[in-house]
């Protein structure tokens, strides 16, 4: 079956940029969606269509494509962004949605 | 503003049948297709299943296959998961979320709800 990789966890210091990969083989032909979720709570849409932000998200969250691989890039970490991390897409044939195993970002 | 509110989530036996219901409001229910994910207990997020806005089409997981049965009413704005045959792997709080209807983008969730918690054990 089809799976999208990402990094079990990435640590980083308030201030600092965080970096989080997704890579899967269909990535070149659907598009990529982030999702954040904290403890308890629901995800939440951050990025859509690989690169943009739906209106609320902070312009230090953004994200970019290149090939099989997708990175979600967080500028100027803060406290507030620790959460884990989903990228989102779909398989070759765009039958199934996929999800990836998330990431667990931890602000030092 | 848009709501999902999901409900059903009980403690069911192995092998079991349940049936979860989502009431969605704020937002034209019939325009959309809508999933079900659900997320284990310290575990990540899995797609279980999309439904179009008329459900005409569905689609799941290769893990519930043959198991749950997507439905929708829009006249009551209601989704629905009937999920049969109920395994200890199927524990998990099961979201309802709005797809993102973006005809160039793909299907995601734009929206989602609380989750209602199944919990299938003896």
């Known amino acids: 079956s089809y799976e999208l990789t990402q990094p079990p966890s990435v640590s980083v210091s308030p201030g600092q940029t965080a970096r989080i990969s997704c890579s899967g083989d269909a990535l070149s032909k659907h598009y990529v969606y982030w999702y954040q979720q904290k403890p308890g709570q629901a995800p939440v849409v951050i990025i859509c269509k690989d690169s943009e932000r739906p209106s609320g998200i902070p312009e230090r969250f953004s994200g970019s494509s290149s090939g099989t691989t997708v990175t979600l890039t967080i500028s100027g970490v803060q406290a507030e962004d620790e959460a884990d991390y989903y990228c989102q897409s779909a398989d070759s044939s765009a039958t199934y949605v996929v999800i990836g195993g998330g990431t667990k970002l931890t602000v030092l | 503003e848009v709501q999902l509110v999901e409900s059903g989530g009980v403690v069911v036996q192995p092998g079991g049948s349940l049936r979860l219901s989502c009431a969605a409001s704020?937002?034209?229910?019939?325009?959309?297709?809508m999933h079900w994910v659900r997320q284990a207990p310290g575990k990540g997020l899995e797609w279980v299943s999309l439904i179009s806005w008329d459900g005409g089409a569905t689609y799941y997981a290769d893990s519930v296959k043959g198991r749950f049965t997507i439905s929708r009413d829009n006249s009551t704005n209601s989704l629905y998961l009937q999920m049969n045959s109920l395994g200890p792997e199927d524990t998990a709080l099961y979201y309802c979320?709005?797809?993102?209807?973006?005809?160039?983008?793909?299907?995601?969730?734009?929206?989602w709800g609380q989750g209602t918690l199944v919990t299938v054990s003896s």
């Open positions: 979320a709005k797809d993102g209807g973006d005809l160039t983008g793909g299907n995601y969730f734009e929206s």
């Open positions: 704020g937002f034209t229910f019939d325009d959309y297709a």
